[in-house]
Nanobody, 115 residues
């Protein structure tokens, strides 16, 4: 079992920045892909960004150039640095980790972009 806990969400003004963190605990020795999805009210959950254990990254087109995903394998932590935030980035952001073919999810962190 793997437990994921997100932090860093909150209210930010348009064009502001926010950094999300997600710490994994439990059976994390074989954690491969980690990443972030988001879900806005009335929308399906969508991928924001993902990163493999060796640092290969993938980004949704809607966030490319504004978002950077990184991870610290020693601390079992994945980060999401978000810049130039827009109101349409408002959503609950979920961290995930893939371990031995199973995907685990965090509880979600609310990000609200509003003036």
């Amino acid at each position: 079992q793997v437990q994921l806990v997100e932090s860093g969400g909150g209210l930010v003004q348009p064009w502001g920045s926010l950094k999300l963190s997600c710490v994994a605990s439990g059976s994390t020795a074989s954690t491969n892909l980690m990443g972030w999805h988001r879900q806005a009210p009335g929308n399906v959950r969508e991928l924001v960004a993902s990163i493999t254990r060796d640092g290969r990254t993938n980004y949704a087109d809607s966030v490319k150039g504004r978002v950077t995903i990184s991870r610290d394998n020693a601390k079992n932590t994945v980060f999401l640095q978000m810049n130039s935030l827009k109101p349409e980035d408002t959503a609950v952001y979920y961290c995930h980790a893939d371990v031995w073919g199973a995907r685990y999810w965090g509880q979600g962190a609310q990000v609200t972009v509003s003036s």
